[in-house]
């Protein structure tokens, strides 16, 4: 089935520091999603992009659909100890009437206070 | 409080049983999920359905049967659980299909 690649797969950083993850596909998507999963929950939806090119900031996150529609990238800039957590994309392919939500391995961040 | 809630949060039972998750939201959402959540953290779609019908169904075994009473609620029946059903189950909602969606707290489902 389509696969998202999400990299880096863990992140080891000093609080303050920026921090940058991104996803990618073979495939075109219409829609790119961020979550953020901490233990014990389940996973709180930061940013939705919707149009290729669109940059969208939610305080601290900014995402990006790229311009090509197979990938998409986050930011957290000035970590915080509260930013741990594992961060997922998502997407919904584009063409037919596939609206399933594909979803990548996540990105484990690790902050250091 | 708005939100996508989920009962039990833990589930412990034996293999053979049959058990039950409930879910419901008050997000006034069009589309209802079911997600499952292996060791590994790997999210992988089970059921979708618009309006109480079944959009989305994916090679999950016919042990797992979602019901869908109305619009806010999509319920979990598993019949005779086995060891491999162990993983945490998410509800999730979205207003409509092709948009984000928001997830339940999650249910701990372990099969001894």
């Known amino acids: 089935g389509q696969q998202l690649n999400q990299s880096p797969q863990s992140m080891f950083i000093q609080e303050g520091e920026d921090v940058s993850m991104n996803c990618t596909s073979s495939?075109?998507?219409?829609?790119w999603l961020w979550y953020k999963q901490e233990p014990g929950e389940g996973p709180v939806l930061l940013i939705a992009l919707y149009k290729a090119g669109e940059l969208t900031s939610n305080g601290r996150l900014t995402a990006q659909f790229g311009i090509t529609r197979k990938d998409s990238f986050l930011n957290i800039s000035a970590s915080i100890p509260s930013d741990v957590g594992i961060y997922f994309c998502a997407g919904h392919r584009s063409g037919g009437s596939n609206y399933k939500l594909t979803f990548g391995k996540g990105t484990l961040l690790t902050v250091n206070p | 409080d708005t939100a996508v809630s989920q009962t039990p949060k833990y589930l412990v039972t034996q293999m053979g049983n049959d058990k039950s998750i409930k879910c419901e939201q008050n997000?006034?959402?069009?589309?209802m999920y079911w997600y499952k959540q292996d060791s590994k953290k790997f999210l992988k779609i089970m059921f979708s359905y618009n309006n109480k019908e079944l959009i989305i169904n994916e090679t999950v075994p016919n042990r797992f049967s979602p019901k869908s009473p109305d619009k806010a609620h999509l319920n979990l029946h598993i019949n005779s659980l086995e060891l491999g059903d162990s993983a945490v189950y998410f509800c999730a909602s979205s207003q409509f299909m092709g948009q984000g969606i928001y997830f339940g707290p999650g249910t701990r489902l372990t099969v001894t």
């Open positions: 495939s075109i998507f219409n829609t």
């Open positions: 997000l006034g959402h069009d589309t």
